[in-house]
Nanobody, 123 residues
């Protein structure tokens, strides 16, 4: 059974850092494109960063230069390193997977989702 489990969320002060993990089981990440999404209260879910199976990455303008997506295929895990965090980064963060190497940003194109992890940026 294909499963994604996020971890690493929590409370962090503005300007701080946090690393989120997305551990996959039941499938091999090598052949999947992974996306990190977030949803703040009262807002639509939005794409934050993506990593295709052939090594391409993409970042939303709001996080470019602050967030870094990476994957460790040996551990079957994808990471999202978040630096210089701002209060507006507060949201539930989800990882999602889709087959293939085409980097797609459309939320509806990702059939597999984790349960989410809360990140709160506040002093």
């Amino acid at each position: 059974q294909l499963q994604l489990v996020e971890s690493g969320g929590g409370l962090v002060q503005p300007g701080g850092s946090r690393r989120l993990s997305c551990a996959a089981s039941g499938f091999t990440l090598d052949y999947y494109t992974i996306g990190w999404f977030r949803q703040a209260p009262g807002k639509e879910r939005e794409g934050v960063s993506y990593s295709s199976s052939n090594g391409r990455t993409y970042y939303a303008d709001s996080v470019k230069g602050r967030f870094t997506i990476s994957r460790d295929n040996a551990k079957n895990t994808v990471y999202l390193q978040m630096n210089s965090l701002k209060p507006e980064d507060t949201a539930v963060y989800y990882c999602a997977a889709r087959t293939g190497m085409i980097l797609v940003r459309d939320t509806s194109a990702y059939p597999y989702w984790g349960q989410g992890t809360q990140v709160t940026v506040s002093s």
